[in-house]
């Protein structure tokens, strides 16, 4: 077949939504098979399927989709039309999917796992540039969407902070946005006021992508976060739908929590419980742009209460450079999330995510590093996956999602197995 069998077997549970149990009891096969099936090429255990299974998962899939496209036959064109933010190509806020097309965009996530861990190169994006200007603090977004253009065969340019900006100069977003917009093919911003990248979107025709404007948003962060929960519940053989999502720390600031509640309620029969420090809750639109759909949201200032039956704990930093006279340092001591407090109060199949950067320093109780080595620890896996995630926006948004299939070759040197000292065994496997 064309794509690989792991992309093939994905994608056809994610579209019939069943869980690994259900879709191996669906198509007549052990639980083991299909999970050896589910490895990446190359993997010492994985092992090719049956060619019959394939014609029978094809055959449901496609009778799937048949009755798929007539319920939705409004929804068709390529997916950057469908994501479009007033008519042009550019990725601003979660508001611009569906559940949809948010699994759309992950099947071109899937697409290029094969390029994110390093066994096959791709240069569909070979000639373009891409502007990463980054007014604001930044590791692994600004590195991360510059290495997702490289990786699909682009190159980069790169600002950071006003400093050295003409902005220092006086310059308008307006003139920033319509200079650069000449020199590159794509940019990404980040920048510290809410609202302020989608200035810049509308000064330019080329794509745009909100890198994280203030408290405001961070779609590409929330894209990957709900990419590896997806990643993970498939591993654990979990639906979304129904689960139970404890977001934990600084929920007013945490742009990343705003985008991400979004995605979520995406999802159906969804639990949120929202556990903050008096003063850091949630904004109240956010709530009610959540609960819209009937899922159930609580809120506490007890960690201990809000972890009891949870499928996902977020953690997230104290966005203290936000801060507008609130009267914090870090959290209190009984507001980390530490190995205690997860062993006490979630299962062995509980997930814990962090957008990253934890604050390390004394007193600020982020998340703690005693989780280093416990498998339920997603945070290298969530960073990993900002990788193949942040290719698909760009190759969707670029209008190349259709050409990396045959556009792969093989790598030319051998990366590590495990990238990570303290990778589990199914780090970066699924
Ligand atoms: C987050 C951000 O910038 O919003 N970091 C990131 O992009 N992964 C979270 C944070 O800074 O706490």
Same mark, same amino acid.
């Given at each position: 077949m064309a794509i690989s069998q792991q992309v093939f077997l994905r994608d056809a549970m994610r579209r019939l939504n069943l869980t690994r149990d259900v879709f191996a009891a669906r198509i007549g096969v052990k639980r083991r098979a299909l999970d050896t099936w589910l490895l990446p090429e190359g993997s010492q255990e994985a092992r090719a399927m049956p060619e019959v299974v394939s014609r029978f998962v094809t055959e449901i899939v496609e009778n799937g989709a048949l009755m798929e496209k007539y319920a939705q036959s409004a929804q068709s064109g390529p997916l950057r039309d469908r994501i479009s933010a007033s008519g042009k190509h550019q990725l601003l806020s979660v508001d611009q999917f569906t559940r949809e097309s948010v699994e759309e965009l992950f099947r071109v996530a899937d697409l290029m796992q094969p390029i994110a861990r390093r066994r096959k190169v791709s240069r569909v994006l070979e000639g373009a540039v891409l502007g990463n200007l980054f007014f604001e603090a930044s590791t692994r977004t600004r590195v991360s969407f510059?290495?997702? $253009?490289?990786?699909?065969?682009?190159?980069?340019?790169?600002?950071?902070?006003?400093?050295?900006?003409? =902005?220092?100069?006086?310059?308008?977003?307006? !003139?920033?946005?319509?200079?650069?917009?000449?020199?590159?093919?794509?940019?990404?911003?980040?920048?510290?006021e809410k609202g302020s990248v989608a200035e810049f979107a509308a000064a330019t025709n080329i794509p745009v992508v909100n890198g994280g404007d203030g408290a405001g948003e961070h779609p590409s962060q929330a894209l990957l976060d709900l990419y590896t929960i997806l990643t993970e519940f498939s591993r654990l053989g979990k639906l979304l739908d129904g689960a139970h999502i404890v977001m934990a720390g600084d929920l007013k600031y945490g742009r990343t929590v705003h985008s991400l509640i979004k995605l979520l309620a995406l999802y159906r029969g969804m639990k949120f419980t929202l556990v903050s420090p008096p003063g850091l809750e949630m904004p109240e639109y956010l709530l009610e742009q959540a609960s819209r759909n009937g899922h159930v949201i609580e809120q506490t200032h007890d960690l201990a209460v809000g972890l009891k039956g949870a499928d996902v704990v977020y953690a997230t930093r104290v966005q203290k450079e936000r801060f507008a006279g609130e009267n914090m340092e870090g959290y209190s001591a009984d507001f980390q999330i530490n190995r205690a407090i997860v062993d006490a109060c979630c299962g062995p199949d509980t997930i814990v995510?962090? /957008?990253? /950067?934890?604050?390390?320093?004394?007193?600020?109780? !982020?998340?703690?590093?005693?989780?280093?080595?416990?498998?339920?620890?997603?945070?290298?896996?969530?960073? !990993?996956?900002?990788?193949?995630?942040? =290719?698909?926006? $760009?190759?969707?948004? =670029?209008?190349?999602?259709?050409?990396?299939?045959?556009?792969?070759?093989?790598?030319?040197?051998? /990366?590590?197995?495990?990238?990570?000292?303290?990778?589990?065994?199914?780090?970066?496997?699924?």
């Open positions: 510059g290495a997702a $253009f490289c990786r699909l065969g682009g190159s980069v340019c790169d600002t950071t902070g006003f400093t050295f900006s003409s =902005m220092a100069k006086g310059e308008s977003i307006y !003139d920033t946005s319509r200079v650069m917009g000449g020199y590159v093919d794509a940019m990404v911003i980040r920048h510290p995510m962090h /957008p990253l /950067p934890r604050d390390s320093r004394e007193g600020a109780f !982020d998340l703690s590093t005693d989780l280093n080595h416990d498998p339920r620890l997603a945070i290298f896996r969530q960073t !990993d996956n900002g990788i193949p995630v942040r =290719m698909a926006i $760009f190759a969707v948004l =670029m209008g190349v999602e259709g050409l990396v299939q045959h556009s792969l070759r093989d790598v030319t040197w051998s /990366p590590p197995s495990h990238i990570g000292p303290d990778d589990s065994v199914f780090h970066g496997l699924d």
